[in-house]
């Protein structure tokens, strides 16, 4: 932008070109050197614990081969978003309802507080004793960890609205329905979003965390069978397989973001 | 836990201030560090369980590695926003390099990485909790899991509680400290 406030496309575009260039090279340079660190180490290592390449290599081949790769993925991919998005629904509902009516507030601070100050993974093994280890109470792990995240988030978006926005909606005539809707969610948006990709990140963790703790399917289970092999190689590729997907997800996530949220740019 | 949390604090505040004062370690760490970032630290206890074992050490050391990684965020953030107009003034009125880091930047940054150890600590909990659910013989964790193993419902009730109330605690702890650091800045408004 110059002096009046204009944006100088040419510039901006030349910027832009070349922020993206610095972003490829910096991305090839860091991967570059990080693999290279590693091959050096796990070459001069020699031990089992920092497998070499072609070990990597040759599991990576047979997981894929025998298709365990691809359905941990799905499996896991599944779950989440199942309870990613039941737990993001109710979660804004119940977020909204909070920071409108003082009442209903009260009544649910405290288990709020309670359930956001413990991880949603601690409820794994009462889960599995009140449901046994179903997918129910999987999915309901999940829903619990991202629908508290959400709902702090949207409350506190929700409370903070400039109560002039409220007033001049009033002014104007605004019908209740519309008040929630033109003036509230818009106004709650970008903390809703915030809360919603902290969820995302949450929501991934309690998967692999319920995974790894009572399943018998998924990427978290391909951890626990790399660790009772002790196949680090397993774990390597379990873990990367990880770091792409929730990499993907957010990827994702963001350009939703930037298209909901235009109007704020 | 806090041993390993206040090693991780360090060492994450540290490549955080690198990578955000110095534009080429910016450059080199930041993609290979969003990867990492994105997988859940607790997927990283199996994998310490099998370099390090199930002892007190690869507790601490993957609480290290947690903490570390998620300190790197709000101190990079925190540095790389700080006003152009402090630094400029800064140098103006005559500092040199070694003052720019430790008397503006780090000033001007203090706030929210202080924010950042406040919610920090609850990353920390929560790797821990799931630690000890995976492999230990104490801790709450472990006592969740043999409630489990013994069908006692009520103590494992009694153990989530119990991670909430620490949990929370912790946080009104650390909010406390918080402000007595940064109270000048309220003051100021």
Request: glycine share 8%; proline share 3%; aromatic share 14%.
């Amino acid at each position: 932008m110059d002096e009046e406030g204009r944006i100088d496309v040419s510039r901006l575009k030349a910027y832009l070109r070349r922020i993206s260039w610095i972003n490829a090279a910096s991305f090839l340079a860091s991967f570059g050197l990080f693999i290279a660190l590693y091959l050096i180490i796990s070459y001069i290592a020699k031990s089992e614990f920092i497998p070499y390449y072609p070990e990597l290599y040759h599991w990576f081949l047979r997981y894929v081969r025998e298709g365990w790769l691809q359905s941990s993925i799905i499996i896991s991919v599944q779950r989440w978003i199942k309870g990613y998005i039941a737990g993001s629904i109710v979660g804004i509902m119940i977020g909204i309802v909070m920071g409108l009516s003082r009442k209903i507030e009260e009544i649910l601070t405290i288990p709020v507080v309670i359930f956001r100050f413990t991880p949603a993974f601690a409820f794994t093994s009462l889960f599995c004793l009140l449901f046994g280890a179903t997918e129910f109470s999987r999915f309901l792990l999940i829903f619990m960890a991202v629908t508290m995240i959400t709902i702090v988030f949207t409350y506190h978006g929700v409370r903070d609205i400039p109560a002039k926005y409220i007033e001049a909606a009033q002014v104007l005539g605004a019908s209740n329905l519309k008040m929630l809707r033109k003036v509230i969610l818009q106004a709650a948006l970008p903390h809703i979003f915030d809360g919603l990709r902290v969820g995302i990140a949450a929501g991934w963790t309690t998967i692999i965390a319920s995974e790894i703790l009572a399943a018998t399917d998924g990427l978290g289970y391909l951890l626990i069978t790399g660790r009772q092999f002790a196949n680090v190689a397993v774990l390597f590729i379990a873990l990367a397989t990880i770091g792409v997907i929730v990499s993907i997800t957010d990827i994702i996530f963001l350009s939703v973001r930037r298209y909901v949220l235009r109007w704020m740019a | 836990m806090l041993a390993g949390y206040a090693v991780g604090a360090v060492i994450g505040i540290i490549i955080g201030i690198i990578m955000g004062y110095l534009r080429i370690f910016d450059l080199l760490i930041s993609p290979v560090y969003n990867f990492l970032r994105a997988i859940p630290p607790i997927a990283f206890v199996t994998l310490f369980i099998l370099w390090f074992g199930i002892g007190e050490f690869s507790k601490i050391l993957i609480i290290v590695f947690a903490v570390a990684m998620v300190m790197i965020i709000p101190t990079y953030h925190a540095i790389k926003d700080v006003p152009v107009v402090y630094v400029r003034a800064a140098l103006m009125l005559g500092a040199r390099r070694i003052h720019l880091l430790s008397k503006v930047v780090l000033r001007a940054a203090l706030p929210r990485i202080l924010e950042g150890l406040r919610s920090t600590l609850q990353v920390a909990w929560a790797v821990i909790i799931a630690a000890e659910l995976i492999a230990s013989i104490r801790g709450i964790g472990y006592y969740i899991i043999y409630a489990d193993w013994t069908y006692n419902l009520a103590a494992m009730i009694f153990g989530i509680l119990n991670i909430a109330l620490v949990g929370f605690c912790l946080d009104v702890i650390a909010s406390k400290i918080i402000f007595k650091y940064t109270g000048w800045m309220r003051r100021v408004e």
